[in-house]
């Protein structure tokens, strides 16, 4: 992985669906008893259960489904056990699609993604491809979640910021089955935010995007530019120029007079 993290990664195909990601799944579907339509026109129940054709019937509590809405209604138990048997297609999903070593929480936040898009969206994304590719920085994986926001809309745009934040974590994040609270800083996100640019929703940067932005290996994964500048002398003048696609640690370390003592950083 670009990224140094200090939690263990493994095959994708080793892992199941754990708990964080579940909270994070769980907490923007939202529990409905009865048929509603989401955001995109689509009749749904339980947690997030498409009820769109007899295909998605749950004769075992009584619903059908059909192109004009349902009928019947879950308990919130029914819900889970529904959103159980729901899930296990998108792990199998991302457990096939993903080829390199991952950790928990990128698993998780990789199957509740694929569960709100759809396992061909997915499948097709650039966030998968450059993730196989071993290029996809914890910058870049904002960056690539936060494009899917579906005309912000606003709670997508909080999930997206969410899970992007629990791909880049090793612990939980903070989410309970009911709520993500942490998904409120996405307004005040700084660096490769897509919200800021598609939405209009930054209103600071007061919010520090927690990660290796740039690569492994002690924070910088910067390119040789930025090493030869700070080795010349070139002081801050390199934070701004040829370390400006650095990570913060090295452009902080810069902009503070660090100087040649910044390099360990910037490599």
């Not at 993290?5 to 939202?30: I, M, Q, V």
């Not at 040829?242 to 910037?266: F, L, P, Q």
């Amino acid at each position: 992985m670009p990224c140094d993290y200090s939690c263990s990664t493994k095959s994708a195909s080793s892992y199941s669906f754990g708990n964080n990601g579940l909270d994070l799944l769980t907490a923007f579907e939202g529990f409905s008893s009865t048929c509603y339509k989401d955001t995109e026109g689509i009749y749904t129940i339980g947690y997030g259960h498409a009820c769109q054709s007899s295909s998605d019937d749950l004769p075992q509590y009584g619903v059908t489904c059909n192109s004009s809405g349902c009928s019947g209604s879950l308990t919130e138990s029914q819900g889970k056990a529904v959103l159980g048997d729901d899930v296990a297609g998108f792990v199998s999903c991302v457990r096939n699609a993903v080829s390199v070593a991952v950790t928990q929480n990128q698993f998780d936040a990789l199957v509740s993604f694929a569960f709100n898009v759809g396992c061909g969206a997915f499948q097709s994304s650039t966030l998968l491809r450059e993730l196989n590719a071993g290029t996809l920085t914890d910058q870049e994986a904002q960056y690539q979640f936060t494009r899917w926001h579906s005309g912000c809309t606003a709670g997508l745009e909080r999930r997206r910021f969410t899970e992007s934040q629990l791909f880049s974590s090793c612990q939980s994040i903070g989410c309970s089955a009911s709520s993500c609270s942490i998904s409120y800083n996405y307004p005040d996100c700084s660096g490769a935010c897509q919200y800021c640019d598609a939405c209009g929703g930054c209103k600071s940067s007061s919010y520090s995007f927690d990660g290796c932005s740039s690569g492994g290996g002690g924070g910088g994964g910067c390119d040789e530019g930025c090493v030869d500048c700070i080795e010349g002398g070139g002081g801050k003048a390199c934070a701004e120029k040829a370390c400006a696609d650095c990570s913060s640690d090295c452009t902080i370390c810069i902009g503070n007079g660090g100087g040649k003592a910044c390099e360990e950083r910037c490599q």
